[in-house]
């Protein structure tokens, strides 16, 4: 007798299962005319003049495979279309200049960058690569410090408070003034009032949110946002007068080529106590899954701005072993030449994490600022498909949840990697800090 292969193995099971599924109702008639079943409905059996106590067990055990099997089925296909999605780009790199563009590896993707530093101690000279802290702070748009990390900021750009008011407001240098964040925002608890009132006299602005039900992390996100939004909004060109409009509107249509800019908001200053770095960690994984999603949003003909829309996109969120389908939306912002989405990194002294929301995703190393080594890890919500290509490593459609597998102490053989992700996962690379060996 000839031997099966795996393959013919899994052919069989497929349709033996599909079999099952399209036959569920018929098997369950079948099943209830059963002597078993019926004594699981209080029906006696003449001979043993007992009940099938264990017949309840079976068929429980019966119709919930058979359950599992429907959902099952579900939850793989949703997990595949997902997979089916656009391909996000993660790349650390930047500009040296602020406010430019800067070009990703695929065609028609840019970056915008921005900056928020957190009130930790790992902000710090010794910790931090300097280098690294000019090229991110030069090529941001905006730059906020979340409530007491004005603090760091400033003692980390080589100021002291107590040279203040001997230097005067006025005579600070261009070299000094380049570190002067455009917002300090947060309940303001943590900020030295001379230090706010230095950065508030040199054009800072200081936003007060007093309210206790987000952090100070969150409170930046949501003004960042805002000002992101506007940004898109303004970046359109607008029509003078109106007869430069009424030639305008003559003029035959032409579509411009659609670019799809990722605004990166790198967060400084993780690393600290495992608590607040679970708490940043929670933040980026709810922001990154809502995206840039904005009721303050409006655009009238009066104004001539591009047209914009917000578009959600639907992300099916499976728990254990029910594959509930909870939905959460991402938002994106499209004017008529532009997209606009939203990619949060965590940078701490030793390490990168990025959010990767489901999709696929392609990653190029920045092999000046991080190492080989990698991780996948999932937040949330299990991942129940994870295909990964360019990995010392990879993985095949495997399953990544905690109590199960986590794939940490990876490596990239390559530049690009490629991450197909049917949930979200935290992507983590570790940062070229020389002060650290590799392990």
């Known amino acids: 007798m000839k031997k099966l292969t795996s393959s013919h193995r899994k052919a069989l099971f497929s349709k033996f299962r599909w079999w099952l599924v399209h036959h569920k109702q018929n098997l369950i008639k079948l099943y209830q005319a059963t002597p078993h079943c019926r004594a699981m409905n209080g029906h006696r059996d003449d001979k043993n003049n007992c009940t099938h106590s264990s017949a309840l067990i079976s068929y429980r055990s019966f119709s919930r495979s058979l359950r599992f099997m429907d959902s099952e089925k579900t939850a793989t296909s949703s997990s595949y279309r997902q997979i089916q999605s656009p391909t996000n780009i993660v790349h650390f790199a930047f500009s040296q200049e602020e406010d430019l563009l800067t070009e990703s590896p695929k065609d028609g993707v840019y970056y915008k960058d921005h900056l928020i530093v957190l009130n930790t101690p790992y902000l710090d000279q010794k910790l931090f690569p300097r280098e690294l802290f000019e090229g991110l702070w030069n090529s941001c748009r905006w730059k906020f410090c979340a409530d007491g990390g004005a603090n760091r900021l400033f003692k ?33 608890d943590s900020l030295d009032p001379i230090i706010g009132q230095f950065y508030s006299k040199l054009g800072t602005s200081l936003m007060k949110i007093s309210e206790q039900d987000s952090n100070d992390l969150q409170k930046c996100v949501s003004i960042l946002k805002e000002k992101i939004l506007n940004d898109a909004i303004s970046s359109g060109t607008t029509c003078k007068n109106a007869e430069e409009k009424s030639n305008i509107l003559k003029q035959p249509p032409t579509q411009p080529p659609m670019r799809t800019i990722f605004h990166r908001v790198f967060i400084i200053g993780g690393g600290g106590r495992l608590d607040q770095e679970m708490c940043d960690l929670n933040t980026l994984y709810i922001e990154a899954m809502a995206g840039m999603c904005s009721s303050s949003a409006s655009v009238s003909p009066e104004n001539n701005s591009p047209s914009l829309t917000i578009r959600k996109e639907e992300v099916v969120a499976q728990e254990e072993h029910h594959y509930h389908h909870q939905t959460t939306t991402r938002s994106i912002i499209t004017t008529s030449t532009e997209k606009h989405a939203l990619q949060f990194i965590l940078v701490t002294p030793y390490s990168l994490v990025h959010v990767l929301t489901p999709g696929r995703h392609e990653i190029y190393r920045n092999s000046k600022w991080e190492r080989s080594t990698c991780a996948l890890v999932p937040i949330g919500i299990p991942c129940r498909q994870v295909v990964t290509s360019g990995l010392k490593w990879n993985l095949k459609g495997e399953s990544l949840e905690f109590g199960g597998l986590v794939s940490t102490s990876n490596r990239m053989l390559t530049d690009c990697v490629t991450v197909q992700n049917s949930h979200p996962l935290l992507w983590i690379t570790s940062l070229n800090n020389r002060t650290e060996e590799e392990c």
């Open 156 to 188: 980390y750009t080589d100021w002291k408070v107590d040279n203040l008011m001997s230097v005067g407001w006025s005579e600070t240098t261009n070299s000094q003034k380049q570190y002067v964040p455009d917002v300090i925002c947060g309940d303001l």
